[in-house]
């Protein structure tokens, strides 16, 4: 991941600042209310409506995630806007716009960024990549208007930016959990993990989390050496199934793309490795990898932030929207994600009452959220530190059973058991 300064020069910084006052005018219909004023005044110098960005992939490998990302977004905004919109506000609506940050070149990223905000975004929800994530925070902190994401990568939250908000946990924190849930939930049914094995991409919150992971096998007692990390984009995992096969490893630790974790389980197997398997949010909890794994799939594990089964405030009732309106069988780990980062900023929208990206991220630091859908978060509660990211937050360990992924571990949202069968 590039390096970014962490703050900008003075002189950036007034002419982003102008260029937001600018932006509030004619991305809310007028100046942002002031302390005091009522929600008919709100309502008025808001407009209808208030613009929150999507900046995701929509094009190239990542495309899947961009598009669950956006449909958990537009399901949050269908909620908002059904319940009467912003209350605070007499009423306005959320709308939402799409920008691609393409799943490959950051400088898109920026792009994409910098046109919904010139567009009147009054806040930002993505961007699922590091790197896009690293990007379109970037622009959005030079222009003081936040972003809310469901990106992982430590790094993020180590640049002393104020306008950058993450609910879920850091990669550090799920690769520490896998061991510690992993183990947890592997010795209440009698199992003991010895010799421990990770590959995966070599971009920066993979290496960190996989290195996090086996770091902690090898802490608590298990045989693990190095991981192996590859360049993504595979047209052939046969050299890294037979690394990973002469190891004789009875845990495999990996993460990647949806089409470079098909390569990898489908070689293991078919090599018969029979170890379990557990992967880091991305492929191992889409939709598309169990279509093209089909009963394969059944098994594998992994460390998410999100799922569709937490017993908390509004994620039935997200859920089943979200079936019913895209047809899918479960609710993906992103689109949980960005649902809860919608309804995060129609707080900040409902406790600041205005629509000044200023005043929402004055907001979104001084929220402490422990009901609705706000805080359906595993951890049940959202509130935010100085580097901006969530001390409530917790990560999930889940696996796939009859073709679904199913919480396992902490036992406090589980709704199935897991098995090593």
């Given at each position: 991941?590039?390096?970014?300064?962490?703050?900008?020069?003075?002189?950036?910084?007034?002419?982003?600042?102008?260029?937001?006052?600018?932006?509030?005018?004619?991305?809310?219909?007028?100046?942002?209310s002031?302390?005091?004023?009522?929600?008919?005044?709100?309502?008025?110098s808001?407009?209808?409506?208030?613009?929150?960005?999507?900046?995701?992939?929509?094009?190239?490998?990542?495309?899947?995630?961009?598009?669950?990302?956006?449909?958990?977004?537009?399901?949050?905004?269908?909620?908002?806007?059904?319940?009467?919109?912003?209350k605070?506000?007499?009423?306005?609506?959320i709308?939402?716009?799409?920008?691609?940050?393409?799943?490959?070149?950051?400088?898109?990223?920026?792009?994409?960024?910098?046109?919904?905000?010139?567009?009147?975004?009054?806040?930002?929800?993505?961007?699922?990549?590091?790197?896009?994530?690293?990007?379109?925070?970037?622009?959005?902190?030079?222009?003081?208007?936040?972003?809310?994401?469901?990106?992982?990568?430590?790094?993020?939250?180590?640049?002393?930016?104020?306008?950058?908000?993450?609910?879920?946990?850091?990669?550090?924190?799920?690769?520490?959990?896998?061991?510690?849930?992993?183990?947890?939930?592997?010795?209440?049914?009698?199992?003991?993990?010895?010799?421990?094995?990770?590959?995966?991409?070599?971009?920066?919150?993979?290496?960190?989390?996989?290195?996090?992971?086996?770091?902690?096998?090898?802490?608590?007692?298990?045989?693990?050496?190095?991981?192996?990390?590859?360049?993504?984009?595979?047209?052939?995992?046969?050299?890294?199934?037979?690394?990973?096969?002469?190891?004789?490893?009875?845990?495999?630790?990996?993460?990647?793309?949806?089409?470079?974790?098909?390569?990898?389980?489908?070689?293991?197997?078919?090599?018969?490795?029979?170890?379990?398997?557990?992967?880091?949010?991305?492929?191992?909890?889409?939709?598309?990898?169990?279509?093209?794994?089909?009963?394969?799939?059944?098994?594998?594990?992994?460390?998410?932030?999100?799922n569709?089964?937490?017993?908390?405030?509004?994620v039935?009732a997200?859920?089943?929207?979200?079936?019913?309106?895209?047809?899918?069988?479960?609710?993906?780990?992103?689109?949980?994600?960005?649902?809860?980062?919608?309804?995060?900023?129609?707080?900040?929208?409902?406790?600041?009452?205005?629509?000044?990206?200023?005043?929402?991220?004055?907001?979104?630091?001084?929220?402490?959220?422990?009901?609705?859908?706000?805080?359906?978060?595993?951890?049940?509660?959202?509130?935010?530190?100085?580097?901006?990211?969530?001390?409530?937050?917790?990560?999930?360990?889940?696996?796939?059973?009859?073709r679904?992924?199913?919480?396992?571990?902490?036992?406090?949202?589980?709704?199935?058991?897991?098995?090593?069968?």
């Amino acid at each position: 991941m590039t390096s970014m300064p962490s703050r900008l020069s003075r002189a950036t910084r007034t002419a982003a600042v102008a260029g937001a006052s600018a932006l509030v005018l004619s991305g809310c219909g007028g100046l942002a209310s002031q302390s005091g004023t009522t929600s008919a005044d709100a309502a008025a110098s808001c407009g209808d409506s208030v613009t929150i960005g999507a900046p995701y992939p929509f094009s190239g490998p990542f495309t899947e995630f961009g598009n669950n990302a956006y449909q958990g977004m537009d399901i949050a905004a269908k909620e908002i806007n059904d319940a009467g919109g912003i209350k605070a506000l007499g009423g306005t609506k959320i709308k939402l716009a799409k920008g691609d940050t393409g799943s490959a070149d950051p400088a898109q990223a920026s792009s994409a960024a910098t046109k919904l905000i010139d567009g009147g975004a009054i806040a930002l929800v993505g961007s699922w990549g590091s790197p896009q994530t690293n990007s379109a925070s970037t622009v959005a902190e030079g222009a003081r208007v936040p972003l809310v994401t469901q990106s992982w990568s430590d790094q993020l939250s180590a640049r002393d930016y104020q306008y950058y908000f993450q609910p879920p946990p850091k990669s550090s924190q799920m690769g520490g959990a896998s061991s510690a849930y992993l183990t947890a939930a592997a010795n209440s049914i009698g199992v003991k993990f010895t010799k421990v094995v990770g590959v995966g991409p070599n971009d920066t919150a993979n290496v960190g989390q996989i290195t996090a992971a086996v770091k902690a096998f090898a802490d608590a007692g298990a045989a693990a050496g190095e991981p192996d990390f590859y360049q993504a984009g595979l047209s052939d995992a046969s050299p890294i199934v037979n690394r990973v096969a002469a190891q004789n490893p009875d845990l495999i630790l990996t993460s990647g793309s949806p089409a470079d974790a098909v390569l990898i389980v489908k070689g293991l197997r078919e090599r018969g490795v029979t170890a379990p398997i557990m992967g880091f949010g991305g492929a191992f909890v889409a939709p598309s990898f169990a279509k093209n794994l089909g009963d394969t799939v059944n098994g594998l594990i992994a460390v998410t932030a999100w799922n569709d089964d937490l017993p908390l405030d509004g994620v039935e009732a997200a859920t089943k929207s979200y079936r019913e309106t895209y047809s899918e069988a479960f609710m993906p780990m992103e689109a949980g994600e960005s649902w809860v980062n919608v309804h995060l900023v129609a707080e900040a929208l409902e406790t600041s009452k205005s629509c000044d990206p200023e005043k929402i991220t004055e907001a979104l630091r001084s929220l402490n959220v422990a009901k609705g859908p706000a805080a359906a978060m595993p951890g049940g509660q959202v509130s935010f530190s100085k580097d901006g990211t969530n001390p409530h937050a917790v990560p999930l360990l889940t696996q796939w059973q009859d073709r679904l992924p199913k919480t396992v571990w902490p036992e406090k949202y589980a709704s199935s058991k897991l098995s090593l069968g």
